[in-house]
């Protein structure tokens, strides 16, 4: 059974805000906003799976990620499914997610070109609390007055399909290519009555496991696959190893847990089963 906290990752972004969530440092005086905050393994491994906390101001880039098979054909080890759970929103704040309506390829190139794919994507309303699992294929823009939690795939391939002017590089030819866009259908939440008192079973699959744990004590037999032990709020321990909110751990084995009644866990790993 091990523990380890992982290196925190701040990314400067246009996007960004300086107000962050309770628990990082927020940028003084003159410094540029914080749109990302990522947590990152220790040496050179490539963990299936990155954790990341988004903080949005304005409107990100309309964009799509290829699935496995799409991405390991250009020489990538994997695709790259995304989940997000919303911890705060401004009043009106929405994520884009699928179009309105079946674009075929050609469609969707020309809205991207002529910028009406904006009024094309299904902007729609979220709030603190809410939890959206968006598979590879999906085209999508996270939208400004957020606090997120992202997990995801760890991969680095986005393909941006429009930026409203902003002067950086799409990538059309590949997104079309990748993009499966039509109405965004919600992944079915599994039944969660059997996860048991105080764990919600967030998601499970295709890519990987969500849970989110309340305060209080409780164990989980990982066996030799890595999990990302994310506190949310609150404080406490992981076989031994002290942990608080903003902080983001390494775990594997059978790790015991021990947090204050006011803490709030998530607990990612890969796989398409809980444990």
């Not at 540029?32 to 949005?56: C, D, M, N, R």
């Not at 004590?217 to 999990?227: F, K």
């Not at 775990?251 to 021990?258: D, L, N, R």
Request: net charge negative.
């Amino acid at each position: 059974m091990t523990a380890q906290h992982l290196a925190m990752h701040r990314v400067e972004k246009p996007w960004g805000r300086k107000t962050l969530w309770p628990g990082f440092p927020e940028p003084a005086g003159d410094d540029a906003p914080i749109g990302e905050i990522w947590f990152q393994s220790p040496g050179s491994s490539e963990p299936e799976l990155l954790v990341k906390y988004l903080f949005t101001s304005e409107r990100l880039s309309i964009q799509v990620h290829p699935d496995d098979a799409q991405a390991r054909a250009l020489g990538y080890p994997r695709g790259k499914d995304e989940a997000w759970l919303v911890l705060a929103a401004d009043p009106g704040a929405t994520i884009g997610l699928g179009t309105v309506k079946t674009l075929g390829p050609e469609a969707l190139r020309e809205a991207a070109l002529d910028g009406s794919i904006e009024a094309q994507l299904d902007w729609k309303p979220v709030k603190a609390g809410d939890f959206i699992y968006a598979p590879a294929r999906t085209v999508h823009a996270i939208g400004p007055g957020l606090t997120l939690i992202e997990i995801q795939q760890n991969v680095d391939l986005t393909y941006r399909l429009y930026d409203y002017g902003r002067a950086r590089e799409l990538h059309l030819d590949l997104g079309v290519e990748v993009s499966d866009a039509r109405p965004f259908e919600f992944l079915q939440r599994p039944d969660q009555g059997v996860a048991g008192a105080g764990r919600e079973l967030l998601a499970a699959g295709p890519k990987f496991v969500i849970e989110r744990r309340r305060g209080g004590d409780w164990s989980i037999d990982l066996a030799d696959i890595t999990g990302w032990f994310v506190p949310v709020e609150g404080e406490g321990q992981v076989d031994a190893v002290s942990w608080r909110a903003g902080e983001c751990l390494a775990v594997s084995g059978k790790i015991e847990v021990i947090a204050n009644p006011e803490a709030d866990i998530l607990l990612a790993y890969p796989g398409v089963q809980a444990l």
